[in-house]
């Protein structure tokens, strides 16, 4: 019988994975900081109303890719798929609409029901911000800039694309949609069976259809630019205006939107062909109508979220080391006492040291090479009874005779 596998679209994150992770992640949190962004974590699963209501009933998140169960209280429970919705859940239970402008950085897991592939799993990890109760585009320009400089301190200012596009308020969309339908009736019999559900449901939603032939129609459908009043071009502009102020390049695409009613004005995505076909890492946009439809005030908000697996893809396995240790390795089973006391003092000062737990010399040592450690301090009896150790430097060979007043000062070049 074969061993336990992990669950199918699920995956162990070992340290050197880890750590790779933790570059990404801390690297956000840190950018995020600099923007004035504090980090929050919301609960893992949420009542599967904050989620349907949220993403929209009929989206293919919420009727193929939820993990949803019911508790033994009969309470609708489901693992989160996204971040946003909970922020924004956590800011109607908190009442942090006294507290705006809110400025939250997030990082965790998520979960949704797909086809594992490469860099996209059933469980996976996201990193988000969200600045809620702004209503100007200073907020946009602000969110979209933290984006811009997180990945540029990941190293890939370079081999992203920021795309941007407009909207619009619920006035220009509507006057979208209708135009929108007018065209896609024009081809009904060639969308797709989901197509037709959605040209009575949400149209906008076609625009972001996989299937082939939906992506041929769409690809002469009329522009959502072309429809902008004047309040959201003038929004608009202010966008690119603030964008071009901080040097942050972009690339307009009309074809991006979002197909939910509280999404509106500014919708962007960083995109990259490093990973083969063309894939996003980082999006968001202005989601205004959110908070209110989920039972909260009318209040604005903006955000974006980035999937950590990408990125860590991107970034490659030689991108981080995990810390050296240095090993201590008692010469006899008589200095086995002392050299627990003295692992114990020297990890208070705060140095990485690894204990040896049996064997000869040459094995701990051969241990200590396996661990990628950097020294060895071998403790003997002789050495004690001078109150003194040897420090190995694995990297040289060299070896001295260190007192143990002086050990730590020693030690601190294999710390640097």
């Given at each position: 019988?074969?061993?336990?596998?992990?669950?199918k679209?699920?995956?162990?994150?070992?340290?050197?994975?880890?750590?790779?992770?933790?570059?990404?992640s801390?690297?956000?949190?840190?950018?995020?900081?600099r923007?004035?962004?504090?980090?929050?974590?919301?609960?893992?699963?949420?009542?599967?109303?904050?989620?349907?209501?949220?993403?929209?009933?009929?989206?293919?998140?919420?009727?193929?890719?939820?993990?949803?169960?019911?508790?033994?209280?009969?309470?609708?429970?489901?693992?989160?798929?996204?971040?946003?919705?909970?922020?924004?859940?956590?800011?109607?239970?908190?009442?942090?609409?006294?507290?705006?402008?809110?400025?939250?950085?997030y990082?965790?897991?998520?979960?949704?029901?797909?086809?594992?592939q490469?860099?996209?799993?059933?469980?996976?990890h996201?990193?988000?911000?969200?600045?809620?109760?702004?209503?100007?585009?200073?907020?946009?320009?602000?969110v979209?800039?933290?984006?811009?400089?997180f990945?540029?301190?990941?190293?890939?200012?370079?081999?992203?694309?920021?795309?941007?596009?407009?909207?619009?308020?619920?006035?220009?969309?509507?006057?979208?949609?209708?135009?929108?339908?007018?065209?896609?009736?024009?081809?009904?019999?060639?969308?797709s069976?989901?197509?037709?559900?959605?040209?009575?449901?949400?149209?906008?939603?076609?625009?972001?259809?996989?299937?082939?032939?939906?992506?041929e129609?769409?690809?002469?459908?009329?522009?959502?630019?072309d429809?902008l009043?004047?309040?959201?071009?003038?929004?608009?502009?202010?966008?690119k205006?603030?964008?071009d102020?901080?040097?942050?390049?972009?690339t307009?695409?009309?074809?991006?939107?979002?197909?939910?009613?509280?999404?509106?004005?500014t919708?962007?995505?960083?995109?990259?062909?490093?990973?083969?076909?063309?894939?996003?890492?980082?999006?968001?946009?202005?989601?205004?109508?959110?908070?209110?439809?989920?039972?909260?005030?009318?209040?604005?908000?903006?955000?974006?979220?980035?999937?950590?697996?990408?990125?860590?893809?991107?970034?490659?396995?030689?991108?981080?080391?995990?810390?050296?240790?240095?090993?201590m390795i008692?010469?006899?089973?008589?200095?086995q006492?002392?050299?627990?006391?003295?692992s114990?003092?020297?990890?208070?000062?705060?140095?990485?040291?690894?204990?040896?737990?049996?064997?000869?010399?040459?094995?701990?040592?051969?241990?200590?090479?396996?661990?990628?450690?950097?020294?060895?301090?071998?403790?003997?009896?002789?050495?004690?009874?001078?109150?003194?150790?040897?420090?190995?430097?694995?990297?040289s060979?060299?070896?001295s005779?260190?007192?143990?007043?002086?050990?730590?000062?020693?030690?601190?070049?294999?710390?640097?």
């Amino acid at each position: 019988m074969a061993g336990l596998q992990p669950v199918k679209g699920t995956y162990d994150l070992l340290p050197k994975d880890r750590a790779i992770h933790r570059k990404v992640s801390e690297t956000a949190r840190l950018t995020a900081e600099r923007f004035g962004f504090n980090e929050i974590t919301t609960p893992i699963f949420e009542f599967s109303e904050v989620f349907s209501r949220t993403l929209g009933e009929t989206s293919d998140v919420v009727t193929k890719e939820m993990f949803s169960f019911e508790t033994k209280g009969n309470d609708k429970i489901t693992l989160r798929p996204e971040g946003t919705a909970g922020i924004a859940r956590a800011f109607i239970s908190n009442a942090l609409q006294h507290e705006t402008p809110v400025k939250h950085f997030y990082y965790g897991p998520m979960f949704r029901y797909e086809r594992p592939q490469k860099g996209r799993q059933r469980q996976f990890h996201q990193v988000g911000l969200e600045l809620i109760g702004v209503d100007t585009p200073q907020a946009d320009i602000e969110v979209i800039a933290a984006g811009y400089q997180f990945l540029s301190e990941l190293g890939f200012a370079d081999v992203v694309t920021l795309e941007l596009n407009s909207l619009g308020d619920t006035e220009s969309r509507d006057a979208y949609r209708s135009t929108l339908v007018d065209y896609l009736k024009g081809h009904y019999d060639n969308l797709s069976e989901d197509s037709k559900t959605r040209l009575e449901t949400n149209p906008l939603r076609i625009l972001d259809s996989k299937d082939k032939g939906d992506k041929e129609i769409v690809k002469d459908a009329p522009l959502l630019g072309d429809c902008l009043n004047e309040t959201s071009q003038a929004f608009y502009d202010a966008v690119k205006h603030g964008l071009d102020l901080l040097g942050i390049p972009y690339t307009e695409n009309p074809r991006l939107v979002r197909g939910l009613d509280y999404y509106c004005h500014t919708a962007f995505e960083f995109t990259t062909e490093t990973l083969g076909a063309q894939g996003t890492v980082l999006a968001g946009g202005r989601y205004d109508g959110l908070i209110k439809m989920m039972g909260g005030p009318q209040t604005a908000g903006v955000g974006w979220a980035a999937g950590v697996e990408r990125l860590a893809l991107m970034l490659g396995e030689d991108c981080v080391e995990l810390p050296r240790p240095i090993v201590m390795i008692p010469v006899s089973a008589d200095q086995q006492d002392e050299a627990l006391k003295l692992s114990h003092r020297l990890r208070q000062q705060g140095f990485i040291i690894d204990q040896g737990f049996s064997g000869n010399m040459k094995k701990r040592l051969n241990r200590a090479n396996k661990a990628n450690a950097c020294a060895a301090i071998l403790v003997g009896e002789d050495e004690l009874a001078r109150g003194c150790v040897t420090v190995r430097n694995l990297e040289s060979g060299e070896q001295s005779e260190v007192s143990l007043d002086a050990l730590g000062e020693t030690l601190a070049q294999f710390n640097a």
